[in-house]
Structures are given as structure tokens and as C-alpha cells.
């Protein structure tokens, strides 16, 4: 079956960087965008980057420009997540997910499949 699995998130300090992997497995995604979403505490699952295919289109949420960056290993069927200057607020739960190429990939709703989400924590 397709599985989507995330690995790389931990407690960080304010400033710090983690990389997260989004594994994934099942089938071919090709025809998928790639995207990672977070979750707060109290609050809705957030759109945060997403990649497509072919890693010629990324797309980020306006609070994550120019710190975190999205890439991916087709030849690994994984995605990363490079997440640099964190701060405390991008404290959250952040999940995998994979959406229709031709949906819109900010839309939680739109997406196929998701993992299980990793724990980031950045303390100030």
C-alpha cells in the first residue's frame, strides 16, 4: 500500500536547522506534487512548501521564504524539507503529503495521502 513516512524532526534552539525526509513508497509519483503541511497546537493543518515533479516548481508560504527549502530524489521516491533559521513559532507537527499534480497543492482537502507527521520543537 502507499506509505509516506517522515523522518529527521527534533528539539532545536531558536536559529537552528533541521532537515526532514518524507519517504515514500506504493506506487509512482509522477503524477503528484509533493508537499509538506504543518500543525500546531490549536491549530488548522497549514500549507508550508511544496515540490513538483520534477523539482523545476517549488512554492512556500509566505512565513517560510528564504529559510526553508524543498527538494526531492526521485531515484529515492523522497522529498526534503531544508528548514534553517527556525524560530519558535514554526514549532508544529509537520506532515508529508502528496496532491494530483493539476489540484491545488495548498488545499489540505486535495491531498491523496499523507504521513504519520515528525515532532519539530525549537525552543527560544
Known amino acids: 500500500q502507499v506509505q509516506l513516512v517522515e523522518s529527521g524532526g527534533g528539539l532545536v534552539q531558536a536559529g537552528g536547522s533541521l532537515r526532514l525526509s518524507c519517504a515514500a513508497s506504493?506506487?509512482?509519483?509522477?503524477?503528484?506534487?509533493m508537499g509538506w503541511f504543518r500543525q500546531a497546537p490549536g491549530k488548522e493543518r497549514e500549507f508550508v512548501a511544496a515540490?513538483?515533479?520534477?523539482?523545476?516548481?517549488?512554492y512556500y508560504t509566505d512565513s517560510v521564504k528564504g529559510r526553508f527549502t524543498i527538494s526531492r530524489d526521485n531515484a529515492k521516491n523522497t522529498n526534503y524539507l531544508q528548514m534553517n533559521s527556525l524560530k519558535p513559532e514554526d514549532t508544529a507537527v509537520y506532515y508529508c503529503?502528496?496532491?494530483?499534480?493539476?489540484?491545488?497543492?495548498?488545499?489540505?482537502?486535495?491531498?491523496?495521502?499523507w504521513g504519520q507527521g515528525t515532532q519539530v520543537t525549537v525552543s527560544s
Open positions: 503529503g502528496a496532491v494530483w499534480r493539476y489540484s491545488d497543492y495548498a488545499t489540505r482537502e486535495n491531498y491523496a495521502y
Open positions: 506504493g506506487r509512482t509519483f509522477s503524477s503528484y506534487v
Open positions: 515540490i513538483t515533479w520534477s523539482g523545476g516548481n517549488t
